[in-house]
Nanobody, 127 residues
Framework: QVQLVESGGGLVQAGGSLRLSCAAS???????MGWFRQAPGKEREFVSA???????TYADSIKGRVTISRDNAKNTVYLQMGSLKPEDTAVYYCAANGPPTVSSMSYYSDASKYQYWGQGTQVTVSA
């Protein structure tokens, strides 16, 4: 079992930055951690994922504006977001996929591959 708690969301002006955090507890060794987001009336969409060893993948729509990182000693994953736009407004969710790790990073863009989810943190970007 893995428990996830997101934090760091809030209200920010367009062009601003935010850093989201996801604190994990439980059996976290070897997990792949992902960030997804869901805007009102839209489906949940992939943002980024990171393997235990630091391999990363990003959605094309947000690539270049976000950086995912993790501190395994602290069991925490971060999502640094910059140049935020109003269309980035959404609830951002952290998710965990237990080992073993699949070699193809595209596998981790699929929300159904994650067994554990946090409660989400709201990000609102004002124009």
């Amino acid at each position: 079992q893995v428990q996830l708690v997101e934090s760091g969301g809030g209200l920010v002006q367009a062009g601003g930055s935010l850093r989201l955090s996801c604190a994990a507890s439980g059996r976290t060794f070897g997990t792949v951690m992902g960030w997804f987001r869901q805007a009102p009336g839209k489906e949940r969409e992939f943002v980024s994922a990171i393997t235990w060893g630091g391999g990363t993948t990003y959605a094309d729509s947000i690539k270049g504006r976000v950086t995912i990182s993790r501190d395994n000693a602290k069991n925490t994953v971060y999502l640094q977001m910059g140049s935020l736009k109003p269309e980035d407004t959404a609830v951002y969710y952290c998710a965990a996929n237990g080992p073993p790790t699949v070699s193809s990073m595209s596998y981790y863009s699929d929300a159904s591959k994650y067994q554990y989810w946090g409660q989400g943190t709201q990000v609102t970007v004002s124009a």
